[in-house]
């Protein structure tokens, strides 16, 4: 998997990585059980700060996406990722009811902003 960050972006790096990994297991470029690199070789990969690779690390295992163990390192959560819960749905939709009121007030309308959701989503459609 290609890791990608944008060091000029206004969002946070270890933000970047953790999407980054997401959308790796949603493409299915990461299996359950994939071995992932050590936070220090991730670090030295990438050339950012090995406390940025652990925080974002630290979040994925939080949200069940990857486990950490001393003697296996990290790997991509066997069982997979949990799935939606109450909790989740709560979540996706305080994140996305910004990013809808942005789009009223610019005029995107309800068909052109769920076209753009199918486009999204298509893009992590299973490729077996």
């Known amino acids: 998997m ?4 944008d060091l000029e972006s206004e969002e946070p790096i270890y933000t970047q990585l953790k999407n980054q990994i997401i959308a790796g297991i949603a493409k299915k470029e990461l299996r359950s059980g994939d071995p992932l690199p050590s936070v220090r070789s991730l670090a030295s990969d990438l050339g950012i700060n090995l406390h940025t690779v652990n925080k974002a690390y630290q979040q994925l295992k939080q949200e069940g996406f990857i486990l950490i163990h001393r003697q296996k390192g990290v790997v991509v959560n066997p069982d ?16 996305i009811h910004p990013i809808i009121a942005e789009s009223v007030c610019r005029n995107v309308t309800e ?16 490729k077996e």
Do not use: M, N
């Open 80 to 95: 997979g990722v949990p799935s939606v819960d109450e909790a989740y749905w709560s979540e996706i939709t305080k994140r």
């Open 111 to 126: 068909q052109d902003f769920l076209q753009l959701c199918r486009q999204i989503y298509a893009e992590f459609q299973s």
């Open 2 to 5: 290609y890791i990608a960050l």
